[in-house]
Nanobody, 126 residues
């Protein structure tokens, strides 16, 4: 059974930075697409970023709202994926979830992901 555990959330002022981590256990996820999603209060969960496996170019993909501010990366040796969040805005406040997809192609839909973490809260004060 795959388990994903997020960490690194917290309270930060607008303009600040946070780095989220997602540690996987249960199996190696080096061939999986890894993604980050978020859910703000009263809103649906939305795609934030995703990264392909290294053997599939390791390409990265971002929602327009975070393009240029967030960076997704992965360390296969540590079975961990990261989300570096810079220039944070109040509208980035949400619970952030890590997700893993067994297939090699990217999808922005949460239904395309097979495993999920429990989420970590990010609060940006304005």
């Amino acid at each position: 059974q795959v388990q994903l555990v997020e960490s690194g959330g917290g309270l930060v002022q607008a303009g600040g930075s946070l780095r989220l981590s997602c540690a996987a256990s249960g199996r190696t996820l080096s061939t999986y697409v890894m993604g980050w999603f978020r859910q703000a209060p009263g809103k649906e969960r939305e795609f934030v970023a995703a990264i392909k496996a290294i053997n599939w170019s390791g390409g990265t993909y971002y929602a327009d709202s975070v393009q240029g501010r967030f960076v997704i990366s992965r360390d296969n040796a540590k079975n961990t994926v990261y989300l570096q969040m810079n220039s944070l805005k109040a509208e980035d406040t949400a619970v952030y979830y890590c997700a893993a997809r067994r297939y090699s192609d990217i999808t922005y839909s949460e239904r395309g992901y097979d495993y999920w973490g429990q989420g970590t809260q990010v609060t940006v004060s304005s």
